[in-house]
């Protein structure tokens, strides 16, 4: 059984995620080789990586969101994890929304707009203060709280993209969320993430993170998010509502450092038996 691990860079052994799945595939007998987009490109319509043609392989296991190149390597594998169609979609924070809309899960309220909106429109929609995201973006980065006009303003030179996406803030989850890991719409650990300072609790941001119970709710939860993406392995993040947890978005190419680290699951094992049992 042989694989590839779709990183940015090839080298990235140093990584907590990349080390992690490679040493899970060395156990388990498997032939997983990192192939960086970076160190890629195509010629005639060849993969060449390094200098060497990539050959035909059983599976990848995507680690990378962005571009074509990504993309083409998927075609080299009979199985994709995450499937490239959902990857390419839910990549982006605004689909995912307009996706998950319909079921039980709750929803702060948000504007999808073009970076020209005004502050006025957002603040009449979603409430002061309100949170900014970069449709793209991850580990908090692009992610601003907006008390005022003048912060708004301030942020407006900060995204690549020309869509943002402006959501209600919910004060019962300042500096803290959920997040779970979730493999074929089954919850395999879950993590409270506490921010080191801010409204922000990303662990790749120095947030602290502990264990938390994965309840009913949040199985339920799992379950309705996988059936509407199909989507094979993902971080799920979740705020403390009043009253319930609200969906905060989900990640196709999750980290497992915090995860394995505050739940003491074998996440990489588990990805990588996945992987290589088909």
């Not at 929609?125 to 005022?148: D, H, N, T, W």
């Not at 190419?253 to 394995?260: A, F, L, V």
Request: charged share 30%.
């Amino acid at each position: 059984m042989k694989g590839y691990l779709i990183e940015k860079y090839t080298d990235m052994g140093n990584a907590y995620t990349t080390a992690r799945l490679l040493e899970e595939a060395k156990k388990a007998g498997l032939t997983l080789f990192p192939v960086g987009v970076e160190d890629t490109a195509v010629v005639d319509g060849t993969l060449i990586h390094r200098r060497k043609k990539l050959e035909d392989v059983d599976f990848v296991i995507n680690r990378y969101k962005f571009g074509v190149i990504k993309d083409c390597i998927n075609g080299l594998a009979k199985r994709q994890y995450n499937k490239l169609e959902g990857l390419n979609r839910f990549v982006n924070k605004a689909n995912e929304l307009i996706s998950l809309a319909g079921g039980s899960l709750c929803f702060p309220r948000y504007v999808l707009g073009r970076q020209g909106i005004s502050y006025e429109e957002i603040a009449d929609f979603v409430g002061v203060p309100f949170v900014a995201k970069g449709l793209l973006s991850s580990q908090g980065r692009e992610v601003y709280l907006i008390s005022g006009k003048r912060e708004y303003e301030e942020i407006k030179g900060k995204y690549r993209e020309g869509e943002l996406l402006f959501q209600e803030f919910i004060k019962s989850s300042y500096g803290r969320d959920v997040r779970f890991f979730l493999m074929k719409g089954e919850v395999l650990a879950c993590m409270e993430r506490r921010a080191k300072e801010g409204f922000r609790a990303n662990f790749a941001l120095g947030g602290s993170v502990a264990e938390y119970e994965i309840n009913d709710r949040i199985r339920e939860i799992g379950k309705e998010i996988y059936e509407k993406t199909e989507l094979d392995l993902l971080g799920v993040d979740l705020l403390f509502g009043e009253d319930d947890y609200m969906f905060c978005e989900i990640n196709v190419t999750p980290g497992i450092e915090g995860m394995e680290r505050a739940c003491r699951v074998n996440l990489a094992g588990k990805i990588i038996a996945y992987a290589g049992s088909r």
